[in-house]
Nanobody, 113 residues
Framework: VQLVESGGGLVQPGESLRLSCAAS????????MSWYRQAPGKEREFVAS????????DYADSVKGRFTISRDNAKNTVYLQMNSLKPEDTAVYYC???????WGQGTQVTVSS
């Protein structure tokens, strides 16, 4: 299993970022995919998930209305569109497959003025 997150960076409050997670080593189309994040000194927390064919999504209350999860099964990739970013969104973001306990290296998102 390999999960490679990308797209993080330093942005100002109110700006947007789009994260990507390229997956391999398992049947991506059969997997529920999720995004988690971990801020310094805090536990890793759930952000969003999308079921195998994208018909259903779920979000943490803290990101509802601002973040959108999507997937492209032809590309084995899951995305997280993050709008109206806030300083409290600063964290390392990870994607996760329901079919594996593996975690990728994550991508750093920093929201600061």
């Amino acid at each position: 299993v390999q999960l490679v997150e990308s797209g993080g960076g330093l942005v100002q409050p109110g700006e947007s970022l789009r994260l990507s997670c390229a997956a391999s080593g398992f049947t991506f189309s059969r997997s529920t995919m999720s995004w988690y994040r971990q801020a310094p000194g805090k536990e890793r927390e759930f952000v969003a998930s999308i079921i195998s064919h994208g018909a259903s999504t779920d979000y943490a209350d803290s990101v509802k209305g601002r973040f959108t999860i999507s997937r492209d099964n032809a590309k084995n990739t899951v995305y997280l569109q993050m709008n109206s970013l806030k300083p409290e969104d600063t964290a390392v973001y990870y994607c996760k497959s329901s079919l594996s306990t593996y975690w990728g290296q994550g991508t750093q998102v920093t929201v600061s003025s």
